[in-house]
């Protein structure tokens, strides 16, 4: 799939692209109408700590700051601070990494005009 705003390949089931941060709308995604099943995985461009919260928020279609955002208050309020905390690492172990975007081909073209070596006797 390609970026409609920066025009370069990013994974099918994105949500945002990993280069300009555009939201992608989901008939790109399906392509010729078919469904796309979202995988809950740990961001593997939009991560601070462990791409946690990056792919959450990919997920769910949200920025990644909000979801940050949200899990900071969460480990600050007094009662649940070892249920964040511990919530996080069981989602940094159980959470497959997403495989790394596919970087923007750089297609050189054939040269047309190479000079033929022609061999005279």
């Not at 799939?1 to 709308?25: E, H, V």
Request: glycine share 8%; aromatic share 8%.
């Amino acid at each position: 799939m390609n970026c409609p705003n920066c025009r370069r390949d990013i994974a099918d089931y994105s949500n945002f692209c990993y280069y300009c941060g555009t939201r992608q709308q989901m008939g790109a995604a399906q392509g010729q109408g078919g469904y796309v099943q979202k995988r809950l995985m740990r961001s593997s461009v939009d991560s601070k700590i462990a791409g946690v919260c990056g792919g959450i928020a990919e997920y769910l279609g949200v920025d990644s700051t909000v979801v940050r955002l949200i899990w900071v208050i969460a480990i600050f309020v007094p009662i649940p601070v070892c249920l964040a905390l511990v919530s996080y690492i069981v989602a940094w172990i159980i959470m497959p990494l997403a495989p790394p975007p596919v970087p923007a081909s750089n297609v050189t073209p054939a040269p047309s005009d190479a000079p033929h070596s022609a061999q005279t006797a």
